[in-house]
């Protein structure tokens, strides 16, 4: 049987050139214990540690967390947590430190857009360098999140296509992800729909009713995808994941032609917003579309389950119709909850963690289904992602490369003069660009199965996107970070060069000693399940480093840390 090293073994080959060294402890239970009650909707309350009593049952009591619990938490939870960020959230419990998250305004990024010097309109690196500044500040690192996640889900990109030239509306498109991550689902999906930016990528804007004459049909493309990466899948799925088999044992399809052909024509009739032409509309990428009824399609439209929308139902309450079809269709809530699992806190759930958070998508405690804030709530909550005594042993993920250098330069409070972040080749050096993957299919499916874990039931999806081309190009960006842009070292003008504030891990190395220091990345960086032979190399580090000045030998440590194969997967 593949245990739990097969993660660590496929990181450490993931990362060409990595130094990690020693057997993981990751599969110990170290630190866990707390928030292990069973998860309950989130609820609003004055003080965030307890849901309020009903007649039923009594009010639960959250413990604080240790920092290690802190730590995983924050991992799952955030962007890339600092120091500071996990030694504030040990002070709460989980429960209260996902409800606070809860409560925080919305950090929009299009707001934030900033012209490159000398411009009168933005350009692509403008769209990139707002989505760095935005998630590294932004005190909603949960929204922050689950928006990320939900990109990859909603996926839309401006990576060979005319979208490129619109970065307004491609951070307008990410601003809805962040409105409705924490909102019901099918709101999410309706509002999707009608972005004018997925209108473009899926091709449904300027969608037409059939024309024999004009050999006119309407597009499929958006309701292929729409069903097959956005609601329900290939297959019929059972509440916990798994296939459904039929008497013979093959899975059994989720739609097929004629529902591709009905949602095809709920999908006609829509174009951007306040045009007054269909055929050279104006173009409002901020606005969702709005339908002209002429051009949408009056046949009737076979939709799943045997439903059907009548003819000349008209365009509106077509499109109702349609999007609350595929909303309550019942693979909807294990399909979307099992990816938003992988991306938060683990590749390989158990088909039991699967259909817990499933039920609350169907119901969220108080009969709404579809609620996102009680789906991530009990995603993070459930008891295979607070207490690893309870996880299966491959429990984690790899950890995505935009992931890996947020949380550094979040933890080194990364900055630059000019204060830009200005990121022009993410393909090479990370393998990822935030909505710039190559296809709708994102840079790598929730399925992805490597080589290396041939044999197994288990997945690796971010393993699909470490060729050789980005995983050398991100050593080489971790050792440029850390090493070449250490801010004290320059006395030079260094205008949009990403620079790293290593003092305070200088001071905690020169107050404290090397293993302090050690200790302390241990517990931002591997919530504290760093394996002995990882610290001893670290500690090795500092006595081969000893001929350089101080800053350097930090960064050293830190590049060493961040190449590991430990680093590399999330448990």
């Given amino acids: 049987m593949i245990q739990g090293k097969a993660m660590i073994l496929l990181a450490s080959m993931l990362m060409l050139g990595a130094c990690g060294g020693g057997s993981s402890n990751a599969g110990n239970a170290q630190g866990s214990g707390g928030d292990q009650s069973p998860s309950q909707p989130p609820t609003s309350q004055p003080d965030g540690q307890t849901p309020p009593e009903n007649e039923q049952e009594k009010p639960i009591t959250y413990p604080k967390m240790s920092v290690a619990q802190s730590s995983r938490l924050l991992h799952q939870g955030t962007m890339g947590p600092t120091g500071a960020e996990i030694t504030a ?13 809860f409560s925080q305004p919305i950090t929009y990024h299009l707001p934030l857009l900033k012209f490159s010097p000398g411009k009168d309109q933005a350009g692509y690196i403008n769209r990139i360098d707002t989505w760095w500044r935005a998630s590294l500040s932004a005190p909603d690192q949960l929204r922050q999140r689950v928006a990320f996640a939900l990109s990859q889900i909603f996926v839309v990109s401006d990576t060979g296509n005319n979208l490129r030239s619109q970065p307004e509306g491609m951070l307008n498109y990410y601003d809805l992800l962040l409105t409705h991550s924490f909102g019901n689902y099918r709101d999410l999906l309706e509002a ?46 059972n509440l916990d994941g798994t296939p459904k088999r039929d008497s013979k044992g093959n899975t059994i399809a989720t739609y097929d032609q004629s529902q591709i052909e009905g949602f095809a024509r709920i999908f006609t009739g829509w174009t951007f917003a306040d045009t007054s032409s269909w055929k050279y509309p104006q173009k409002d990428y901020l606005k969702p579309m709005q339908v002209w009824p002429k051009y949408h399609s009056e046949f009737e439209k076979t939709l799943l389950n045997d439903a059907t929308v009548a003819a000349n139902e008209g365009p509106e309450n077509a499109l109702k119709l349609g999007l609350d079809n595929l909303f309550h269709h019942e693979n909807v809530g294990p399909f979307i909850g099992k990816q938003l699992i992988q991306r938060l806190t683990s590749s390989n759930p158990s088909p039991n963690y699967v259909a817990r958070v499933a039920r609350v998508f169907n119901d969220n405690g108080q009969g709404v289904r579809g609620d996102l804030k009680a789906v991530v709530y009990a995603i993070l909550m459930d008891e295979e992602a607070r207490d690893l005594s309870q996880s299966p042993e491959d429990f984690g993920k790899l950890k995505e490369p935009l992931l890996q250098t947020m949380q550094l330069w979040r933890e080194l409070n990364a900055y630059s003069e000019s204060g830009y972040f200005l990121t022009w080749d993410l393909a090479s050096s990370h393998g990822q660009v935030p909505l710039g993957s190559p296809s709708v299919f994102n840079f790598y499916r929730p399925d992805y199965q490597p080589l290396t874990l041939a044999g197994s039931d288990l997945v690796a999806p971010e393993a699909q996107i470490a060729n050789s081309v980005a995983s050398i190009g991100l050593l080489n960006h971790h050792y440029s970070s850390l090493v070449w842009r250490i801010a004290s070292t320059k006395d030079q003008p260094t205008g949009d060069q990403i620079l790293v504030n290593l003092l305070p891990h200088v001071q905690i190395l020169e107050q404290q000693g090397a293993t302090a220091l050690v200790e302390y990345y241990n517990q931002v960086f591997l919530s504290e399940q760093m394996s002995e032979g990882l610290k001893q190399e670290l500690l090795r580090v500092f006595d081969w480093a000893s001929k350089y000045d101080v800053e350097y030998q930090v960064a050293y440590c830190l590049f060493l840390i961040v190449v590991s194969p430990e680093y590399t997967y999330q448990r």
Avoid: C
């Avoid at 309701?223 to 097959?228: G, H």
């Fill in 89 to 101: 959230a040990s002070k709460l419990s989980a429960h209260a430190w996902i409800h606070d998250q």
């Fill in 192 to 237: 999707v729909t009608l972005s004018p930016v997925m209108g473009t990528y899926l091709s449904h804007l300027g969608n037409e009713k059939a024309n024999v004459e004009l050999n006119i049909r309407p597009d499929e493309n958006y309701a292929r995808e729409v069903m097959q990466l956005f609601t329900i899948g290939l297959e019929q799925l």
